[in-house]
């Protein structure tokens, strides 16, 4: 069976000031039905929580934000850093954001993007009377390719995962791992239809019904891969020295310690 959906953008919502009523401004502003999916950039739900800081020294910010370097790397007299935020999130500077943000201030992430999907999921629901789904997007780089994507960092009543495993491909043969992120799918998608520069933070999705449940479905943050099965917890300048300060022997392996 072809599946089809389509992804329209929200006009008409205004600039977003601390303490605005997401739930209420979203609802005016479309008309929303069951099963549909909420795509809200995590920028305005920043705002709306007050999560804009002054912040003449964005490096502190950045810092402030940080609880694991990851990587870190000197670019025309500046420095990125790769890091993992109180969010789990691992990414360039911590989702601190200068962009969208009065001169003189940054953007942080929502403190729990799960817990602020929830609330405004509750709260459109409650407005319209339609079992809708809330996914939080950001925009984040991904390692080995150029580029960002949006992703999804909160989410509430959505499945975040299409769990295939235990069925069968077209041919029959067993799927034992299969389990697509279908949250992050969708927040990418709904970039196309937003933008960065259009002014449009709020995409509805339609016709994903079968992914859109109750509202204590995980969210987002079971999408971070435990410390234990992340292959990649470091990068790889940080990992060869690493290995070298605690006396790692590269002659007794068949290359250089890396990871991504």
Not at 186 to 211: F, H, N
Request: aromatic share 4%.
């Amino acid at each position: 069976m072809t599946v089809k959906f389509s992804i329209e953008g929200v006009d008409g919502l205004p600039e977003i000031a601390q303490g605005a009523d997401l739930a209420a401004l979203i609802s005016g502003a479309v008309e929303l039905d069951d099963g549909d999916i909420l795509v809200v950039t995590s920028k305005i739900v920043s705002k709306a929580e007050g999560r804009v800081v002054q912040a003449a020294d964005r490096e502190q910010a950045i810092t402030d934000e940080t609880v694991r370097l990851v990587a870190s790397r000197e670019f025309d007299g500046g420095v990125t850093r790769i890091v993992e935020n109180r969010q789990g999130i691992i990414g360039a500077a911590a989702g601190v954001d200068a962009s969208n943000a009065p001169d003189g201030t940054v953007l942080l992430l929502p403190v729990d993007p799960d817990a602020s999907a929830r609330a405004l999921a509750t709260g459109i629901r409650a407005l319209t009377g339609a079992n809708v789904g809330v996914i939080l997007s950001d925009t984040l780089g991904r390692p080995w390719r150029e580029g960002q994507t949006d992703l999804a960092i909160g989410a509430a009543g959505v499945h975040v995962f299409d769990d295939l495993r235990g069925g069968t491909d077209a041919s029959g043969k067993p799927l034992s791992v299969t389990m697509p992120c279908v949250a992050d799918e969708i927040a990418g998608a709904a970039e196309l239809v937003k933008g960065k520069s259009a002014g449009v933070p709020v995409a509805v999705v339609r016709g994903l019904d079968r992914l859109v449940g109750d509202l204590d479905l995980p969210g987002a943050r079971s999408i971070q891969r435990p410390a234990e099965r992340d292959l990649f917890r470091v990068g790889a300048d940080e990992a060869y020295n690493e290995g070298y300060r605690d006396g790692f022997d590269e002659s007794q392996s068949e290359g250089p310690l890396v990871a991504g």
